[in-house]
């Protein structure tokens, strides 16, 4: 159990990173909007899966 929630907390800490990434690329003269939408869906990958794990967590219980 303990494993899951460290993975938890490992896709969270990506998820925070590809936040701030996202936010420095847009605030960049010139950005790349490619760029932006690949952050942006690895970012909603990254919640989406770490959504799964927290609901297959409490359906453990």
Do not use: C, N
């Given at each position: 159990?303990?494993?899951l929630a460290?993975?938890?907390a490992e896709l969270a800490e990506k998820h925070r990173l590809l936040e701030r990434r996202i936010e420095d690329e847009v605030a960049r003269p010139g950005s790349d909007d490619i760029e932006i939408h690949r952050l942006k869906l690895e970012k909603l990958r990254l919640k989406d899966q770490i959504a799964?794990?927290?609901?297959?967590?409490?359906?453990r219980h």
């Amino acid at each position: 159990m303990m494993a899951l929630a460290a993975h938890i907390a490992e896709l969270a800490e990506k998820h925070r990173l590809l936040e701030r990434r996202i936010e420095d690329e847009v605030a960049r003269p010139g950005s790349d909007d490619i760029e932006i939408h690949r952050l942006k869906l690895e970012k909603l990958r990254l919640k989406d899966q770490i959504a799964r794990l927290s609901g297959d967590k409490e359906t453990r219980h």
